[in-house]
């Protein structure tokens, strides 16, 4: 986990609802530094800075590739995509990976709050990676435990892939939080599996 590098990913293109919002990931040319497939990983935290004292907090919950061509059966009157680089350096791709990420908190004046941000995020804000300490930090109660306010957010609004995001997140807090908490978060674990279990024998 403590490999985390600061990049930025992306810009907020559009939003599906107040919490949910969709990220184009930078392709190639667009940003100073080159954004790989891990830094937008599923169930990766990520942030949005909307001004010196608040930072909206969210997670990758889904992904989709986009693609212009595709369907286009008609004769290419243009060059390879390939060849692009070569004839027209400032050309940008027009395919690219868009990212769902779901809103689950703030930070205001590096005091972490775990809800439903108030705030509309703008267009074109840039979506970045959460450090090592930040993640720390977001997920941290006052006595130091492991926090995750959000937890039935997730499950109201990721749809099916709820319970395989909820256990990605608590994966990536078994590495984070001190090993006295490691028994809540085993507890919670068996908790989802005992929900996914009746949820199934109810369908």
Request: proline share 4%.
């Amino acid at each position: 986990m403590k490999d985390i590098r600061f990049v930025n990913i992306g810009k907020i293109i559009k939003s599906d609802s107040h919490i949910n919002y969709k990220c184009r990931v930078y392709g190639n040319r667009e940003s100073n530094e080159e954004v790989g497939e891990k830094d937008y990983k599923f169930g990766q935290f990520v942030k949005m800075k909307l001004s010196n004292n608040y930072t909206i907090i969210g997670v990758i919950y889904n992904s989709q590739l986009y693609n212009p061509d595709y369907g286009n059966f008609g004769p290419r009157l243009s060059n390879p995509a390939s060849d692009n680089t070569i004839f027209m350096p400032d050309y940008i791709e027009e395919t690219a990976v868009i990212l769902d990420i779901l809103l689950v908190g703030w930070l205001e004046d590096n005091k972490t709050n775990q809800n439903i941000p108030p705030w509309v995020v703008p267009l074109n804000t840039e979506v970045t990676t959460i450090l090592y300490n930040e993640l720390i930090n977001f997920h941290k109660n006052d006595n130091g435990g492991p926090l995750l306010a959000y937890y039935n957010q997730i499950l109201m609004n990721t749809g099916s892939i709820s319970y395989n995001l909820l256990f990605c997140i608590i994966n990536q807090l078994e590495l984070l939080v001190d090993k006295q908490y490691l028994n809540k978060l085993e507890l919670l674990k068996q908790h989802l599996v005992w929900q996914q279990t009746t949820l199934a024998t109810k369908v």
